[in-house]
Nanobody, 125 residues
Framework: EVPLVESGGGSVQAGGSLRLSCAAS????????MGWFRQAPGKEREGVAY???????RYGDSVKGRFTISRDNAKSILSLQMNSLKAEDTAMYYC???????????????????WGQGTQVTVSS
């Protein structure tokens, strides 16, 4: 396994923005699906967004229209631009990758094999 390393988390007021990055040096364009997940204390891990190697994206209902996922295959970086942040967006955010040769992209955490250590996002109202 090659590590995924998230960065960019922090504290922000409601309505503000943050940009998360995930360094994925061991993952190339052949990694079909990469995604962002989040987990708040006492809650299950929730799928935020995914992006395929072809650039197809999907978002969780709670973040549609506010978050944008992108990937730079040449630089092996996965990003999540988060705008109009709300208090309920407060969580630990993780990037994840599906196993090699997987041609399936979902927002289910169980479908992803490799995970970063997470970066904390705190939104104050």
């Amino acid at each position: 396994e090659v590590p995924l390393v998230e960065s960019g988390g922090g504290s922000v007021q409601a309505g503000g923005s943050l940009r998360l990055s995930c360094a994925a040096s061991g993952y190339t364009a052949s990694t079909y699906c990469m995604g962002w997940f989040r987990q708040a204390p006492g809650k299950e891990r929730e799928g935020v967004a995914y992006i395929t190697t072809y650039g197809t994206t999907r978002y969780g209902d709670s973040v549609k229209g506010r978050f944008t996922i992108s990937r730079d295959n040449a630089k092996s970086i996965l990003s999540l631009q988060m705008n109009s942040l709300k208090a309920e967006d407060t969580a630990m955010y993780y990037c994840a990758a599906v196993p090699p040769r997987t041609q399936l992209c979902t927002l289910r955490a169980g479908d992803y094999r490799d995970w970063g250590q997470g970066t904390q996002v705190t939104v104050s109202s």
